[in-house]
């Protein structure tokens, strides 16, 4: 797989299709856009428990079956934002991924990426600090399904090539998954949240306990 990211990462970028997009698929877009937006708000204020169909509509403008033309329910609307927000963060990862020399360098850097894009993207932030509970048990979406595997496959592809001592892979996985998304959610309830220190906390936790593991072998 290393050799796979590194092509990638040398392959020169893909060049955005300039085709205008039609009137209607311009609405289309126009439409799912101010229903992620309104969601973001309304979940972000009310939280997912109290949050209702009729709220989001309410604050998109739109009519009510416009809505039902792209969502079903909340929880529709609730995995969209949280498949757009793995989608924004894939790439921030695979990109410390390529720069890391080391398993012990990767988990620093993708563990600071990772609490860093929490703070910076405003949106996720607010949903995430009044929504952790929801967060618990919505994280079975495709993207993030795919994300997850993404990580997994690092991690594993490291004890193959012997940078990492012969530990499950996927139980490591994870708990390094479980670590930054507690230690994340707690982060992001601190006043003035610090993405280093919960990365050198988190890094420290983890890198510290796999040697202990590899002791059973």
């Known amino acids: 797989m290393s050799e796979t990211i590194e092509k990638d990462a040398k392959r020169p970028p893909m060049r955005e299709n300039t085709k205008p997009l039609g009137k209607r698929e311009r609405t289309k ?5 101010a229903i992620l937006a309104a969601a973001t708000e309304i979940f972000a204020e009310l939280g997912y428990g ?10 998109t403008g739109l009519a009510s079956g416009t809505f039902y033309n792209y969502f079903k329910s909340k929880e529709e609307v609730f995995e969209a934002l949280m498949d757009e927000s793995m989608m924004r963060i894939r790439p921030r990862l695979r990109a410390e991924r390529i720069r890391s020399r080391t398993f012990e360098e990767y988990i620093h850097n993708a563990l600071r990426a990772y ?3 929490l703070v910076a993207d405003n949106g996720a ?17 495709p993207e993030v399904i795919a994300g997850f595997e993404e990580i997994r496959a690092y991690i594993e592809e490291d004890i193959a090539a012997g940078k990492l001592r012969n530990v499950d892979g996927e139980y490591l996985t ?4 479980g670590l930054a998304q507690e230690i994340g959610e707690k982060m992001m309830l601190r006043d003035d949240p610090d993405p280093k ?3 050198e906390f988190a890094a420290n936790l983890i890198l510290s306990g796999v040697p202990a593991l590899a002791l059973k072998e």
Do not use: K, P, Y
């Open 29 to 33: 877009a126009n439409n799912r856009e």
């Open 50 to 59: 109290a949050t209702t169909v009729r709220d989001i509509i309410r604050e």
């Open 115 to 117: 609490f860093e894009f």
């Open 125 to 141: 932030h607010r949903v995430m600090r009044r929504n952790t509970g929801a967060l618990r048990v919505r994280m079975d979406t």
């Open 174 to 177: 994870a708990a390094a998954i």
């Open 197 to 199: 220190e919960a990365a």
